[in-house]
């Protein structure tokens, strides 16, 4: 039920956060991986301190860390909410303009920046269930940022309410804004024992009422493939191109199974993300992503015998692969602590809502988490058409999550 006698700040913050470009590039060795992250970092330390949390704190690896103090005399499991500051790569993130919808009636949305630029039911199917909703979209030639600055709107939200009404009873709450998430090192960085959680949550999903507690596991393979060099007028019978043996490769990866364009559900997939080189050496960059930990290897397996079956068409040329763990399945961790699932189900259907329990084809910082010992499913933000212009977000989704946090906050408390 909505939140008695409050006022929501959600949208008002998240239209301000999305103006700061906060784009993370995998290219940079730093960590943050870029510096602007931090200009959204002290706005957020600054508006924490003005809600009177004075242990927010920003720490050089561009982690804020607040807390939400107690309200209860009980020895309640310390939680953490966590969402991630910067945007994707795959679109720009740079002098984003956001649009508030109000009532959005249904009809095609088209962004007045580039027209060609439009979001309709058909492509998005979810926004015929938020008619009647204020959307926010970005103007044409961005990304809006929903992904995942809605879900640090929502925990801003959060505290500011949780801080101006202390009857409410909860638990030390810690608040967890990382950078980099994007790229695949949102919590490398993470400082376990300043954190102090037991339990958390990413606010990082999409859909009203979806609670994920299942992910990819996922690695990065690197094909590289080896040439021999020789001077091109007098090449003849002595070259051998490792570019042509790459695209070779390349052209030889099924185009109707194993990749993300025709894969859904629980199916996992192969999919080549970056590829550069030159006579001597180029190089394939994979991800490798399934729901089964044990058949990443199975993937990656296949994966060599295409390379090498490519190798054998080009005499002389040869091939290295390399793997990677990016992260694993938060299930294998969640299901030893059903209860962090089932509180979290139980907040939602209190704030109105049927759960819809749903698994990721991705990962979020939850999925780390969970294996450094903060088991941490995943709440929906109302974040959708993320990585694109099309991104769009309910203002009245972000409302409802906050609304989840408050009462998932307070089950915490009366089951302790």
């Not at 309200?71 to 508030?100: F, M, Q, R």
């Not at 801003?156 to 980099?180: C, Q, S, W």
Request: charged letters at 20%.
């Amino acid at each position: 039920m909505p939140l008695p006698n409050y006022e929501h700040t959600v949208a008002e913050r998240f239209m301000c956060y999305v103006q700061i470009d906060t784009q993370s590039d995998p290219a940079s060795p730093t960590q943050p991986s870029t510096q602007k992250q931090k200009e959204l970092s002290l706005l957020l330390l600054q508006e924490l301190h003005d809600m009177g949390i004075s242990d927010a704190e920003l720490d050089i690896h561009g982690y804020v860390y607040a807390t939400i103090p107690s309200t209860t005399d009980k020895e309640v499991p310390v939680l953490c909410y966590c969402s991630h500051v910067d945007t994707a790569p795959d679109c720009s993130g740079a002098g984003v303009k956001p649009i508030l919808h109000r009532s959005y009636n249904g009809s095609d949305i088209v962004l007045p920046d580039d027209t060609s630029v439009v979001i309709n039911t058909q492509e998005h199917p979810y926004l015929k269930e938020r008619i009647g909703d204020d959307i926010i979209t970005a103007s044409g030639t961005t990304l809006l940022g929903a992904d995942d600055k809605a879900g640090v709107a929502i925990i801003m939200d959060l505290a500011a309410y949780l801080v101006a009404n202390p009857e409410i009873k909860h638990g030390d709450i810690r608040i967890l804004f990382t950078p980099d998430e994007e790229i695949g090192r949102g919590v490398a960085a993470v400082d376990m024992e300043k954190l102090g959680a037991q339990f958390g949550y990413t606010l990082d999903g999409g859909e009203r009422g979806h609670l994920e507690g299942e992910t990819f596991s996922a690695n990065a393979a690197t094909v590289t493939f080896h040439g021999i060099s020789a001077h091109p007028g007098y090449a003849k019978d002595k070259m051998v191109h490792a570019i042509k043996v790459a695209s070779a490769f390349v052209a030889m990866l099924p185009a109707s199974e194993w990749c993300p364009e025709v894969t859904e559900g629980k199916q996992g997939f192969v999919h080549p993300v970056a590829i550069e080189g030159g006579l001597e050496q180029a190089t394939v960059q994979f991800i490798v992503r399934d729901f089964d930990t044990a058949m990443l290897a199975v993937h990656e397996q296949r994966l060599r015998s295409i390379a090498e079956q490519a190798v054998a068409k080009f005499p002389g040329s040869s091939v290295s692969f390399s793997v990677k763990e990016q992260y694993r399945n938060m299930k294998e961790i969640l299901d030893a602590y059903p209860h962090v699932m089932d509180y979290a189900a139980d907040a939602m259907v209190r704030a109105g809502m049927t759960p819809q329990i749903r698994s990721i084809r991705g990962g979020t910082d939850g999925s780390r988490l969970s294996f450094m010992g903060l088991p941490c499913p995943n709440i929906f933000t109302g974040e959708m058409g993320i990585h694109s212009k099309q991104e769009y977000v309910s203002v009245q989704d972000m409302e409802k999550a906050v609304e989840t946090l408050v009462h998932l906050s307070q089950i915490w408390e009366e089951r302790a």
